[in-house]
């Protein structure tokens, strides 16, 4: 059996230029922005829509679930934080899985990532669909009609608010990095104020009693609702992949990573408990637009319903942009292995960024929006990305121990005792999905690695070139179009 082909850590960084200019990219994120694009791709429907389905799940224990949700991710922002300083690459997980593990459970990681990023472009951007009726309804009285708000599975024929927030985050993307994250920012900073508002509105009304019992399925609920939480947490990640964007990559994306998982989490938990103590756990329990329905409520008035409206449009967008940004970044690296196609590595000489696999990443994840009902895969998008955290855990023990010497900005704290519990916690949510996901995900698997072998694996650049840099290879421009 042969060794796996595995690319160095030294060899990532310069073949990326991620000490310098990367691959055609331009510097131009430090820290508030990175922080932004944290929070911009995290904070959107996993607390705007998806805490409804948490709440059905655990009562008022969602704040538990919420909290041994951000437990997992804690541990493995540690290792994410650790490598993100030493492999400032756009490659995030799927590049330090190269370094660690080797070219097919690399090949496997970014085939997973198509899951993490991919599945949830499309699901929130059908978040968005129905936060944009209840805004609409809020201002005119009216809303859109089921055929263009929906698709075929859910009464519709096809959502055609989901196809335009992707379209919308893809201009943006397209017009360059600088642009993205100002536009980021900006809405980061406005659904910021929002839940605060919300968390003002809610905890007006609070009543202890709407707090009993306060896990009305005990610890099962509070798992399964762990599980359903997770989802909120998604996308933390793609602060890594601005390794070759950000100004000091590695100082700064440690930095970020732990200041964005910190805030999120605050924030979370007081949004569930004003939510909760407001109206109840059964009220708020499988509501869409749960927020918005609180506020209306509490305030008998439906004008504060259609503000967290405003707010839940405004962040579901900005997740929308900030994950399309990370998957365009990490099939970027991707291409440049060799591992797919070469058009997703091109680089527009005039904006700096990946045009074309930019439209591709758009109209692929735009279709499944209009037209599919995504909750059946939804499990399927958390075990995937459960097994990239677990991946990413373990890549930092490897890395320890073969690459003793590597620079590294952020060492991930009480090793390997933190790591071992982020697998431990990612490999306890994965159990929860059950046997159906565990099967769907084991035939999703196999597909990658037919896939890695029938392309991947024979046009692979590491396979044809040595094994140590060359001045070539540090020196390799990126092809323009």
């Given at each position: 059996m042969?060794?796996?082909?595995?690319?160095?850590?030294?060899?990532?960084?310069?073949?990326?230029?991620?000490?310098r200019?990367?691959?055609?990219?331009?510097?131009?994120?430090?820290?508030?922005?990175?922080?932004?694009?944290?929070?911009?791709?995290?904070?959107?429907?996993?607390?705007?829509v998806g805490?409804?389905d948490?709440?059905?799940?655990?009562g008022?224990?969602?704040?538990?679930?919420?909290?041994?949700?951000?437990?997992?991710c804690?541990?493995?922002?540690?290792?994410?934080?650790?490598?993100?300083?030493?492999?400032?690459?756009?490659?995030?997980?799927?590049?330090?899985?190269?370094?660690?593990?080797?070219?097919?459970?690399?090949?496997?990681?970014g085939?997973?990532?198509?899951?993490?990023?991919?599945i949830?472009?499309?699901?929130?951007?059908?978040g968005?669909?129905?936060?944009?009726?209840?805004?609409?309804?809020?201002?005119?009285?009216?809303?859109?009609?089921?055929a263009?708000?929906?698709?075929?599975?859910?009464g519709?024929?096809?959502?055609?608010?989901?196809?335009?927030?992707?379209?919308?985050?893809?201009v943006?993307?397209?017009?360059?990095?600088r642009?993205?994250?100002r536009?980021?920012?900006a809405?980061?900073?406005?659904?910021?104020?929002?839940?605060?508002?919300?968390c003002?509105?809610?905890?007006?009304?609070?009543?202890?009693?709407n707090?009993?019992?306060?896990?009305?399925?005990?610890?099962?609920?509070?798992g399964?609702?762990?599980?359903?939480?997770?989802?909120?947490?998604?996308?933390?990640?793609?602060?890594?992949?601005a390794g070759?964007?950000?100004?000091?990559?590695?100082?700064?994306?440690p930095?970020?990573?732990?200041?964005?998982?910190?805030?999120?989490?605050l924030?979370?938990?007081?949004?569930?408990?004003?939510?909760?103590?407001?109206?109840?756990?059964?009220?708020?329990?499988?509501?869409?637009?749960?927020?918005?329905?609180v506020?209306?409520?509490?305030?008998?008035?439906g004008i504060?319903?259609?503000?967290?409206?405003?707010?839940?449009?405004?962040?579901?967008?900005?997740?929308?942009?900030a994950?399309?940004?990370?998957?365009?970044?990490?099939?970027?690296?991707?291409?440049?292995?060799?591992?797919?196609?070469?058009?997703?590595?091109?680089?527009?000489?005039?904006?700096?960024?990946?045009?074309?696999g930019?439209?591709?990443?758009?109209?692929?994840?735009?279709?499944p929006?209009?037209f599919?009902?995504?909750?059946?895969?939804?499990?399927l998008?958390?075990?995937?990305?459960?097994?990239?955290?677990a991946?990413?855990?373990?890549?930092v023990?490897?890395?320890?121990?073969?690459?003793?010497?590597?620079?590294?900005?952020?060492?991930?704290?009480?090793h390997?005792?933190?790591?071992?519990l982020g697998?431990?916690?990612?490999?306890?949510?994965?159990?929860?999905?059950?046997?159906?996901?565990?099967?769907?995900?084991?035939?999703?698997?196999?597909?990658?690695?037919?896939?890695?072998?029938?392309?991947?694996?024979?046009?692979?650049?590491?396979?044809?070139?040595?094994?140590?840099?060359?001045?070539?290879?540090?020196?390799?421009?990126?092809?323009?179009?």
């Amino acid at each position: 059996m042969s060794a796996p082909r595995i690319k160095s850590p030294q060899l990532l960084v310069a073949e990326s230029g991620a000490d310098r200019e990367g691959h055609g990219l331009k510097r131009t994120m430090g820290l508030f922005q990175l922080i932004c694009f944290g929070v911009g791709a995290v904070v959107g429907t996993g607390i705007f829509v998806g805490l409804s389905d948490s709440v059905a799940q655990a009562g008022p224990a969602v704040v538990v679930s919420f909290v041994l949700a951000a437990l997992t991710c804690v541990f493995t922002a540690f290792s994410f934080a650790e490598l993100g300083g030493a492999i400032p690459v756009s490659g995030s997980s799927y590049s330090f899985a190269y370094a660690g593990l080797g070219e097919s459970t690399a090949f496997l990681v970014g085939w997973c990532l198509l899951l993490e990023y991919g599945i949830s472009i499309s699901a929130v951007a059908v978040g968005w669909s129905q936060y944009v009726n209840e805004l609409l309804h809020g201002l005119t009285g009216c809303r859109l009609p089921d055929a263009l708000s929906a698709g075929p599975g859910d009464g519709g024929i096809v959502n055609l608010p989901a196809v335009i927030v992707i379209a919308m985050a893809s201009v943006l993307l397209v017009r360059g990095v600088r642009e993205s994250a100002r536009a980021t920012a900006a809405m980061a900073a406005v659904k910021l104020v929002v839940l605060l508002a919300f968390c003002a509105i809610g905890y007006s009304a609070f009543k202890d009693g709407n707090l009993t019992p306060f896990s009305p399925a005990g610890l099962g609920g509070i798992g399964a609702g762990t599980t359903a939480a997770f989802f909120s947490y998604i996308g933390f990640d793609a602060i890594t992949t601005a390794g070759e964007e950000a100004k000091n990559p590695r100082r700064d994306i440690p930095v970020a990573i732990m200041a964005c998982m910190g805030l999120v989490t605050l924030l979370y938990c007081a949004v569930a408990v004003a939510a909760i103590g407001a109206v109840g756990g059964d009220r708020v329990a499988g509501r869409p637009a749960a927020l918005s329905y609180v506020v209306d409520e509490v305030t008998g008035s439906g004008i504060g319903g259609g503000i967290i409206a405003f707010g839940a449009v405004v962040a579901i967008a900005s997740v929308v942009l900030a994950v399309m940004y990370g998957q365009t970044r990490i099939l970027m690296s991707m291409s440049r292995d060799g591992l797919i196609p070469r058009v997703f590595e091109k680089v527009s000489p005039k904006t700096a960024t990946p045009v074309a696999g930019t439209l591709i990443v758009a109209v692929v994840f735009a279709l499944p929006a209009a037209f599919a009902s995504l909750d059946a895969v939804m499990n399927l998008c958390t075990i995937g990305t459960l097994a990239i955290m677990a991946v990413v855990n373990l890549t930092v023990m490897v890395l320890r121990r073969r690459e003793p010497g590597l620079t590294r900005s952020f060492r991930v704290p009480f090793h390997p005792v933190a790591p071992l519990l982020g697998i431990a916690f990612c490999l306890y949510l994965m159990y929860e999905t059950g046997w159906r996901t565990w099967l769907q995900f084991a035939v999703f698997l196999g597909v990658g690695l037919l896939v890695y072998a029938a392309y991947g694996r024979r046009h692979s650049t590491l396979a044809r070139t040595a094994a140590e840099v060359t001045p070539d290879a540090a020196e390799r421009e990126p092809q323009a179009v």
